[in-house]
């Protein structure tokens, strides 16, 4: 750790200085330590160690509070568990609230009192990037989209070039040489995103979408100079960062004149832009976001395109991402879209806002020093999976679709995973044009 100096601790300060949020003072304060969170925490239920009981985490953060702003705290700091903000304050701030949360939510559905603990965790990740004590290989993440416009630094060229590459896979598939993929075209009703991972390692989700959107005779477009539906300063706590972010995909939107930004499949990426990003650049949008899951049950109930669910005949289960589903709301339109797509549907336990986070979410993916953690709670998801015997398991989110591969590859559990895109581009009925 570099030099504690006084401005460093007055930056992480300055989050509970000032006129401190009413919402983040009240979480701060209502926390009465009954324990119930600890069973709803998939870094607890693997290891049972109680520094992992959400509880902790809010009361680290509530510590420092009490120590600057409270007379007790400022006297008998002992006597009400007050903390200074020094070095080892923050390497258990560090190690806690980002080492060992994911960020899921699931300890706020099941706290006594509504304590929204993930809120709290992303108030300490904030105090801790105002210091500059995010993780190393999370920051790298943050700065890849700072700087290159994607997190996956992926140049203009080689987007372009993959998806000049899946233009012409799908003209052969639905033997159409106009069906195309289209970029910068301004006047479309939808814009498109894409989390980076798509064009780099997983290009046949583009695929999907691109066949689903054909199959619909949709005006969309992509853009290449601001796809990225992710916003990892979500994750890191920097609001300066995750405001940037977002204002590029607000410019880009009115850049092309689109009326509608459809988010891909992204738990986080949904939310930040959706629901956080007004509050990062104070302003709303002059512009609709929806979240391609929604988009998909309004083809299907619209009749807009048409599937066989006799196409996908073997055994379908749903990982819900938390974000999306635990604080988006959105978990009634992908069990449709399954419902619709395929023959032998079944839910995981438990699943819904109860889900398990898969253990990706958070940021884990891309802090590689957490890894050993972040694969020993796997094994809850792994269970899961397992139990429901299906051979394919769906989800609407590529932070998940990255963990679960890899829970598959540790775990040994033969399993195809695939997002709803895919799942719908697999059941699809195409025209004849």
Same mark, same amino acid.
């Given at each position: ?20 949020? @009413?919402?983040?003072? *009240? ?37 420092? $509070? ?38 899921? @939510? ?14 709290? +965790?992303?108030? =300490? ?7 500059? $004590? +995010? ?13 290159? !416009?994607?997190?996956?630094?992926? *140049? ?30 301004? =006047? ?25 959107? $054909? ?21 890191? =706590? ?28 992204? !738990? ?73 797509? +395929? ?16 253990? !990706? ?8 020093? $957490? ?17 429901? !015997?299906? #051979? ?8 998940? +679709? ?30 004849? #044009?």
């Amino acid at each position: 750790m570099e030099t504690l100096s006084k401005d460093k601790i007055q930056q992480g300060l300055s989050v509970l200085n000032g006129e401190m949020d @009413g919402k983040l003072l *009240t979480n701060l304060n209502s926390c009465v330590h009954c324990g119930l969170c600890a069973d709803s925490c998939i870094y607890y239920r693997t290891e049972k160690n109680a520094r992992y009981i959400p509880a902790t985490k809010v009361d680290l953060v509530a510590s420092i $509070y009490r120590k600057y702003h409270t007379f007790t705290g400022k006297v008998w700091p002992g006597l009400v568990g007050a903390r200074k903000l020094d070095e080892n304050t923050i390497n258990d701030m560090v190690d806690l609230l980002y080492g060992a949360c994911t960020m899921c @939510g699931r300890c706020t559905t099941h706290c006594s009192v509504g304590v929204d603990i993930s809120y709290v +965790v992303r108030k =300490g990740r904030e105090m801790l990037s105002n210091m500059g $004590y +995010v993780p190393k290989t999370l920051q790298s993440t943050v700065d890849a989209a700072i700087h290159t !416009g994607n997190n996956m630094s992926i *140049t203009t060229n080689e987007f372009v070039d993959t998806l000049k590459w899946l233009e012409e896979d799908l003209q052969f598939e639905v033997n159409d040489k106009n069906a195309n993929i289209p970029l910068d075209e301004p =006047g479309k009703d939808m814009l498109y995103t894409l989390n980076p991972r798509e064009p780099k390692f997983f290009p046949l989700s583009i695929s999907a979408m691109a066949k689903i959107f $054909y199959a619909a005779n949709e005006s969309w477009t992509l853009s290449t100079n601001m796809y990225d539906v992710t916003n990892y300063a979500y994750y890191s =706590g920097n609001l300066k960062e995750a405001a940037i972010i977002a204002q590029r995909l607000h410019d880009e939107m009115e850049n092309l004149q689109a009326q509608t930004c459809v988010l891909a499949e992204c !738990g986080h990426g949904s939310r930040a832009f959706r629901w956080e990003g007004p509050n990062y650049i104070h302003k709303n949008y002059p512009f609709d976001t929806i979240t391609s899951v929604e988009l998909l049950a309004r083809y299907l109930k619209e009749g807009k395109i048409k599937v066989d669910p006799a196409k996908i005949d073997a055994k379908v289960t749903l990982h819900d991402p938390c974000n999306l589903v635990r604080s988006g709301g959105i978990w009634k339109e992908q069990r449709y879209i399954l419902q619709q797509c +395929v023959n032998d549907f079944t839910e995981m336990t438990p699943h819904g806002i109860d889900n398990l986070c898969c253990g !990706g979410g958070g940021g884990q993916l891309a802090m590689s020093e $957490y890894n050993e953690r972040r694969m020993n709670i796997a094994r809850l998801k792994a269970d899961q999976i397992t139990n429901t !015997g299906a #051979k394919i398991v769906a989800t609407p989110c590529h932070n998940c +679709v990255d963990q679960l591969t890899q829970i598959n590859v540790t775990y040994k559990m033969g399993v195809q995973i695939k997002t709803l895109a895919e799942i719908v581009a697999d059941a699809l009925i195409l025209d004849e #044009k």
